[in-house]
Structure formats: C-alpha cells, structure tokens
C-alpha cells in the first residue's frame, strides 16, 4: 500500500507544481513555502523564467522523516521550456538497469537497479539520472506518500483513460476508454502490472494516463477552491532544492503572462533481465534499457533544452 500512496503523491505533485502555474495564485505557493522543506542550492542558480531547466522528481518509499533514505521508486524527469511554452515528462522504470555516478564506495563504471540508488540518497539518484540522460538536472522536489489517498478524493476523483479493459489485483474493473476514479480506485490503476503483457511498461503508460487525469482535473475552475487542501496535504511531504525566490518569480511571470504549456511525454522502456548490481553485489531482477528507446528519450530532452 505505500508504495501506491507514493505513485498518487508524486503524480499530483507534478500535476500541481506544472498545472497550477496556469490556475493557481501566489498564495498557493506561500503555502509550500511555508510547509515544504527548501533547501537552496547556489549551482541551481537558474532563472526559471528564461533559461531552460530540468527537475527531477523523486518518490521515496518511505513515510516518515524527509530526511530517510530508501528505495527510489519513482523517478520523473520534468524538463521546461519557458521561452517556448513546453513541457517535456520523462519516465523510466524503477528497475531500469543505469549506469552509477561517481561515489565514494561505489565501483566505478558499475551499473545497478535504479530504485537501488536510493540508498545513497535523491542527490545520488539525480547523479546517476544525470549521467544516463546525458543533461544537468539542476534542480529536485522529494516527496513521500502521507495520506495521498485522500488527494484525488479532495478532487472529486478524476477521469482516467484506459488503452484496455482490466481488472487490478484489488478487484477494480477498468474498462478501454474513460473511467471516472476516487482515490483508491486510482491506485489500484496505477499499480496494477500483472494483469498486461507488458508488465512495467503497460503499468508506466498508465502513470502518464493517471498524471494527464489530474492535470485535467486541476487546470479546471471547480479545482482552484481546493488548492489549499491539496497544499496542505502536499507541503509536509515535500523537500526540494527549488529556492523561495524561484517559485515567487515563475509564478508571478506565469500569472502575468497567461503562458498556455504544450505538455509532451517521453518513456524510456528495457526488456526483463537478470545482472549484478553495482551497490548491493548480487543478482537483481532489472530492465535492461532499449538503446533505440533511451537515445530517443536523450534527443527530446536535448531538444527541449535549448532557448
């Protein structure tokens, strides 16, 4: 069950942080400054308003202090473009078999599990996703899963498609097309990989159908009254490097400028393997990445990162 709260956490997250530029105010984001844990980094010095920029943002399958460490089980990369009013979300597998970034007391050169990474950390994590992406990521939001059931039930539930009909482990049916979902119901969803072929890759598409729903769900006017209940439920669980200062200015410059975002998606998809991991020395279950799949993921970031 945590880990399912977590996925709920870290898409409304996204959801909030990229939908409410367009139909939250300023109070909205006094409130994660008044509740998240900030802590500023001067090399994240970036002008969020003109200059291209990624975030990474990390769910953690934990619930108590932000300070823990644990598996890093959900991992998104949201690149934005102010200049050109687009945004770019990258998923990958929490199994996904990546290259490690330079540590004390890990083997150069060694590859693991990415949910591993988490062991040393989200900064570790964003190392590694740096290097495998092949971009900076200057910036990260940390969340972890308190009460995030009660999120898409503060909504009203949420209207999520379906490529397939299915049924998940916890007995909801989903039928191919629209289907209108309360909080657990959007769980079951989003966890559910034993019922498709595809397995995790099925189960990642499902997460972009989930994020789209409440992107939909929190960009129209009924939503806006809620913003401070949502906040509330987020702010306590999120710790970031995003300064006080940045989210003021984008949100005034969004506010000032109407800006309409184009939001595009990018998944990196590998095939089931079994390797050696380079942190906990043994035989792990992993995707190992398509090289045609992830080298098409590098370009559309590569692409989005320029003015």
């Known amino acids: 069950m945590k880990k399912k709260k977590l996925l709920l956490m870290l898409m409304v997250t996204v959801g909030i942080i990229i939908a409410g530029f367009g139909a939250g105010t300023l109070y909205h984001w006094r409130m994660i400054e008044k509740k998240a844990v900030v802590q500023e980094d001067k090399e994240a010095s970036v002008d969020m308003t003109k200059v291209p920029f990624s975030v990474f943002i990390n769910g953690m399958d934990h619930g108590q202090s932000l300070s823990q460490k644990g598996n890093s089980d959900l991992n998104v990369l949201v690149t934005v473009n102010p200049a050109r009013s687009r945004i770019l979300i990258t998923t990958i597998s929490r199994d996904a078999y990546v290259p490690l970034a330079e540590k004390k007391g890990v083997e150069p050169g060694g590859y693991e599990a990415l949910w591993m990474t988490g062991e040393f950390g989200t900064r570790y994590t964003r190392s590694c996703l740096e290097k495998l992406y092949d971009t900076r990521i200057p910036f990260y939001v940390q969340v972890n899963f ?10 009203g539930g949420v209207d999520v498609y379906s490529d397939e009909s299915f049924t998940c482990d916890w007995g909801y049916h989903y039928k191919k097309g629209i289907n209108h979902v309360n909080g657990k119901q959007a769980l079951g969803f989003c966890r559910e990989r034993h019922a498709f072929t595809d397995g995790d890759d099925q189960r990642a598409k499902n997460h972009r159908y989930m994020l789209e729903a409440i992107f939909n769900k929190v960009c129209q006017p009924s939503s806006i009254t809620k913003y401070p209940e949502l906040m509330g439920l987020l702010g306590e669980n999120i710790r970031t490097n995003v300064g006080t200062e940045q989210m003021k200015a984008l949100a005034k410059w969004q506010l000032r400028s109407g800006t309409k975002w184009q ?22 279950y992993v995707q190992s990445l398509k090289k045609k799949s992830l080298t098409k993921a590098q370009q559309k970031i590569k692409e989005l990162s320029f003015p």
């Open 263 to 284: 939001v595009d998606w990018s998944s990196v998809q590998g095939t089931s393997s079994r390797k050696i991991g380079g942190i906990c020395g043994k035989e792990i």
């Open 146 to 155: 308190k009460g995030m059931k009660a999120v898409v039930d503060t909504l």
